[in-house]
């Protein structure tokens, strides 16, 4: 891969890793507010519960890619970047646009998808 690529990516996936850390931290301070809103009876509490699960579980996504962005940020860092996990191969560039922090190339991504199922 190209350094100016390298580059191109190196900025994208940081932009999006300070933009998942603000996130993360909102998420963080709407969970505290709703918790110490003082739910004044049952569906009050039952509203929080639901909206703090929401909140939570947006927040472990988010999460989750900010763990795949430092591993991406720490693959640019070593010269592995781009390089499917599964085959070994060059990752498209155009999938890298797409999602700049995949691991695997389209072809085992699909494979990977069917073992899944």
Do not use: H
Not at 16 to 35: G, M, P, T, Y
């Amino acid at each position: 891969m190209k350094k100016s690529e390298l580059e191109f990516f190196k900025k994208m996936l940081e932009e999006r890793r300070v933009q998942i850390v603000k996130n993360i931290n909102v998420s963080a301070n709407e969970i505290n507010e709703l918790r110490e809103s003082g739910a004044v009876d049952e569906f009050d509490m039952a509203s929080i519960n639901s909206d703090s699960n929401l909140e939570y579980s947006i927040s472990a996504k988010q999460r989750e890619e900010l763990y795949d962005i430092d591993i991406s940020l720490s693959k640019i860092k070593n010269g592995t970047y781009g390089i499917c996990e599964m085959c070994e191969e060059e990752i498209s560039v155009a999938r890298l646009k797409a999602k700049p922090n995949a691991k695997l190339c389209i072809s085992c991504k699909e494979i990977s998808e069917k073992n899944k199922v």
